[in-house]
Structure formats: C-alpha cells, structure tokens
C-alpha cells in the first residue's frame, strides 16, 4: 500500500468488553448522572451524544458496573445481534455506562480516533468486521476477533487531512440530524401532551390489526445467494440494522432482493408511507417508509389507506411499553408476529386526529426533506472514503 501501515486493532489500542446489568436490575428513563449506552445509540451519528433516547441506570447498580465505564473519544463497537454499529464516545457521555453488547478500543496510538471510525464504517473495516463475526441465528463478534481487524492507516498528518475532508461532510450531517431531532421532540411533545398526560373517555381500544392490515416481512434461503442483491436497481430489503442508522424515514438498505426473489417467495412489498415496526432480537425501532420496500422477517408493516393517521401511529408506537408483550424474561426472544398483531392501540377521536395531523404533517415532510439531503451526503461522503484510505485521491495540497 506504499506508504500506508497496515496493523491489527490489538497492536495499536485495547479492547474492553462491556456489562451485562446485575439481575433483577432495570434501565430508568429518569435522567441521573449515569446515561447507558445501548446498541440502538450507535451508527446514527459520529459522536455519540446524550438525548432524550437514552436511559440510566440507578445509583446502586452504578456501583456494581462503575468499571465498564466509557472515556470521551472511546470507539465503540456493537458486537452482538447488529454487529459493527460504531460511534465514537461524545463529551456528553463521557464516564456513561456500556453495554455487553458492545465493546470499547481504548488508548489508541498512531491512529486518529476519527480516522480509525471512519475506516471501520467503510467497505475494508465493515468486510474485516464481517469475517470475524460467528452465529447464525444470533451473530457475535469475539473480542479477540476484534483485537484482530485489520487497519490500513498512512501518516498522522495524512489521517488528518482524510479526517478533515469527511467531518466537513459529517459536520452538514450533524446539522441536519439535529434539527430533524428538534423537529421531532416538537411532536413528540405534542403527543405526549395531547395523548398520554391527558384523558379522554372518547377515545376507543382495538387490536392494532383491527385498524391497520399487518403484514411481516421474509427472508429468502441464505444457502441461495442468487437471491440477494447489492444492485440499487433491485428491491430494498429492510432489516434491523437498517432501521437503527435510517432516521425517522427509510429509503434505502444495506442490501436488496432481486425480483425473481420477490415472486418466488411471495415477500410482501411494502407501500410508500408505511409505518415499521421491529420485533425480533432488537424490540421497538420504528420507521416510515420513502418508497416501495421489503422486509425480513423481524420487521412488522402498518399499512393503512388512512395515511392522516401515521404521525400518530408514530408517536404511538416510540412510547409503547414493550415491556409489557413478552411472556418471558427475555423480550427481544419472546415477541412474535401474533403478539404484534394484538398490540392494544388507542385510537384518538376523529377531532383530535385532525388536530394532531395538521400539526405533524409538515413537521414530518420537513424531517423528510432534511433527510432526503442527508442521506445524499452520506452517498457522497461513502464514495469518497474508499478512494481516502486507499490513497487514490492526492489531498496532500489541502490546508487544514
């Protein structure tokens, strides 16, 4: 690679395992001073910063996992279920709480904590991640597979100079993100008001598939690749780990099912503006969607001619206890498609919908526009980090 090193993780930084919650011990949505880090907070954004999403854990339990604590500027990485989700530790969360299911790489040397997420969220590092993941129902990536993903990396000045060119692009993104998060809480903050504080004996209770027609999503056979697709031009084929990078909107995936696969096995297409659910391994991650789609089988579709009706279904479903479906210790195992499909709703009055609509609605299409603009930079800032790391692009005249 001329002037490019070429190293494993292990022989410039450490990686630490995280901590699984004490038995009995439960996440709290209070704010306190110690915020957990979960899997769904990873691969949205660079840096990982506290919001509204997160939760905390109590001043007993922190004692107990005071050790797993994470540093600002840590690397995290997801390793199990979703694997290879990565976000670097913000200034807001530093000394927060991490997950089991994600591992840290700490007192990184002659790498950039920057340059280094940039690598592992391209095609090199996610390939490298892909090679050392094991499972099949439940995928992992082994610590020690961790410690051994190779980096490419060139000088520090040079990492600084490919660093400088993407946080140009990720910084526009962050601005987007933020807004599209105001413009969010604006509505979530309405509903809450309108709907959960507040009570009206108006309103009635049905089985959500007593309002909306539920449908769940497909995999073809994996021993038959000839079905899956990295072509554009193919289905999308919307999985978990789609829907916690995507946004309020979903428009593309990380792969796609040819046509043949959508006939062959029957794959439900899912219509434009359809609200989705996740139910299996990760429970709750909520999406619309920006165009026609599939799914696999672990995402549950609301579709519905009533489309007034989805900023709510929305809000609905981001404050739904989930707790509450399982009927073992363990929720991410024990949701399936029949519990969905009894998920109690609420459904408001035809005068508080209208109200709420017409509040929500050009919220949502703003959000869409803000994403729409988003997701185009992504496209651009994927495209260019290949040619960065494999040094195709002479970026040695850029001053910083």
Avoid at 149 to 166: D, F, G, T
Avoid at 228 to 241: E, G, M, Y
Wanted: proline letters at 4%; glycine letters at 6%.
């Amino acid at each position: 690679m001329g002037r490019w090193n070429e190293a494993k993780i292990k022989e410039f930084a450490e990686v630490k395992g995280g901590k699984r919650l004490p038995k009995g011990k439960k996440l709290v949505k209070e704010p306190n001073t110690h915020p957990y880090i979960k899997i769904k907070d990873l691969g949205k954004t660079k840096y990982l910063q506290l919001n509204s999403d997160y939760e905390y854990v109590d001043d007993e339990t922190q004692q107990s996992i005071a050790r797993y604590i994470v540093n600002e500027g840590d690397i995290l990485i997801s390793v199990v279920g979703t694997i290879g989700l990565i976000g670097i530790v913000g200034n807001t969360l530093d000394k927060a709480n991490q997950t089991e299911n994600c591992d840290k790489i700490i007192n990184i040397r002659n790498v950039l904590p920057e340059y280094l997420y940039y690598y592992l969220i391209s095609k090199f590092g996610q390939d490298e991640i892909k090679k050392g993941t094991v499972g099949a129902v439940q995928p992992k990536l082994p610590l020690k597979n961790v410690q051994d993903i190779s980096v490419l990396y060139p000088s520090i000045e040079e990492q600084e100079r490919i660093v400088k060119i993407l946080g140009v692009i990720d910084e526009k993104i962050e601005i987007n993100d933020a807004i599209n998060n105001n413009l969010e809480q604006q509505v979530l903050t309405l509903y809450r008001n309108k709907f959960v504080d507040t009570v009206n004996n108006e309103r009635q209770i049905c089985r959500v598939d007593e309002y909306f027609d539920i449908s769940i999503g497909k995999t073809p056979p994996r021993k038959e690749p000839q079905w899956f697709s990295k072509n554009p031009q193919d289905v999308t084929w919307v999985s978990i780990s789609d829907m916690g990078t995507c946004g309020l909107y979903i428009s593309s995936s990380s792969e796609q099912l040819t046509k043949a696969a959508i006939d062959r096995y029957n794959v439900k297409v899912v219509p434009d503006n359809t609200v989705l659910l996740s139910f299996k391994l990760t429970v709750g991650r909520i999406a619309i969607t920006n165009g026609e789609m599939s799914t696999n089988e672990a995402i549950a579709h609301f579709k519905t001619n009533k489309k007034e009706i989805n900023e709510y279904l929305y809000c609905y479903l981001k404050y739904f206890n989930y707790q509450t479906m399982g009927s073992t210790s363990s929720i991410a195992t024990a949701v399936n498609s029949k519990i969905i499909k009894s998920m109690k709703f609420i459904i408001p009055t035809d005068e508080e919908l209208k109200e709420f609509h017409n509040f929500a609605e050009p919220i949502f299409a703003k959000i869409k526009v803000n994403q729409i603009e988003k997701d185009n930079l992504t496209t651009l800032r994927d495209t260019l980090l290949p040619k960065l790391i494999l040094g195709e692009l002479d970026i040695s005249n850029i001053n910083l």
